[in-house]
């Protein structure tokens, strides 16, 4: 296939703002760590004026999360702790979280301060843009990894090429998981299926291929400094594989009824007073199709003469 024939695009953003942002963090064991990131996010929203709900899943932690996150509300009150009661997972914490949130839009965030606070500060400002998600990508220019284990780089690049060449996208970070989305985003492509890491797959490529819009910005990423990582690349495989069929099969055969990135859009997304705008618009555009199209009083009483006289002579 010729490069860019057929690729996926992005519907264009409609204007519209959101009124503030909520961070998805789950957390499993992460008493080294869960503090400093709860602390550095809550900073960098609030001195950038983000209105801002920061929900932390404890997913059965056995160490000393919950008390950790308990003892901060005292000091941080736009913290939300949050447990996870049903069957343990990423995804059962994340989605967990996307249950409990209480905000216009959402990022998910992991609790090991790999990820920049400062990127959700960005993610707001695209999203304010109108854009339905915005993704970020750390391997495109102004973007960046530190420490990145090796055999992981590899496994994620091929991953991500396997991605793009199956839903013939440019995007090439999908399996990451720091994104912003609408809240009409979440509630469009739920239910999720995704119990492990194969949610942040299943998440983006929903949005992608049920006609959201999106954008992509460069973001950095930073291994983690304490704790282990619960990404298990040996068990990963199938279900990212899975995942992928099953959205790939959705795109597949939904094709013809999705809106072209191209075409005009109203979707509950937006404000009240765009709908009814674009409604307007529409009313209007009709009106003035059919003054163009319908004969005026002068017309129709001119034909109607020369009709009688044709019919005399």
């Known amino acids: 296939m010729a490069k860019g024939v057929g690729r996926m695009k992005s519907p264009k953003p409609i204007p519209s703002t959101i009124n503030n942002i909520a961070v998805v963090i789950p957390a499993h064991n992460e008493d080294g760590c869960i503090e400093l990131t709860v602390k550095h996010l809550h900073l960098e929203l609030t001195a950038n004026k983000v209105p801002h709900e920061i929900v932390v899943v404890d997913d059965g932690s056995t160490d000393n999360t919950w008390q950790i996150l308990i003892n901060l509300t005292k000091e941080i009150p736009t913290l939300k702790p949050v447990k996870n009661l ?162 790939w099969l959705e795109k597949t055969l939904t094709r013809d009824y999705r809106v072209k990135p191209d075409e005009p859009r109203v979707t509950a997304a937006q404000p009240p007073e765009v709908i009814e705008r674009a409604k307007v618009e529409t009313a209007e555009s009709v009106t003035a199709e059919s003054v163009k199209t319908e004969p005026t009083t002068k017309e129709v009483t001119t034909n109607s003469v020369k009709s009688e006289e044709q019919s005399k002579s």
Request: with cysteine; aromatic share 12%.
């Open 86 to 247: 049903g069957p343990h997972g990423f995804g059962r914490a994340v989605i967990c979280g996307l249950q409990n949130f209480d905000a216009d839009a959402v990022t998910i965030m992991m609790a090991d301060n790999s990820d920049d606070a400062n990127d959700v500060v960005r993610y707001w400002q695209k999203l304010n843009e109108g854009y339905d998600c915005v993704f970020g990508s750390r391997f495109m220019k102004g973007g960046g990894v530190i420490d990145y284990p090796i055999h992981k780089l590899i496994m994620n690049r091929m991953a991500n090429l396997f991605v793009r060449i199956m839903f013939n996208i440019s995007y090439n970070d999908t399996t990451n998981a720091f994104k912003a989305y609408r809240k009409t985003v979440i509630e469009g492509c739920a239910p999720f299926i995704s119990p492990h890491f194969n949610l942040t797959v299943e998440i983006p490529l929903k949005a992608m291929v049920r006609g959201f819009s999106w954008t992509v910005i460069p973001i950095t990423w930073k291994n983690r400094r304490t704790g282990i990582s619960k990404l298990k690349i040996q068990e990963m495989g199938s279900r990212y594989l899975f995942i992928c069929l099953y959205i």
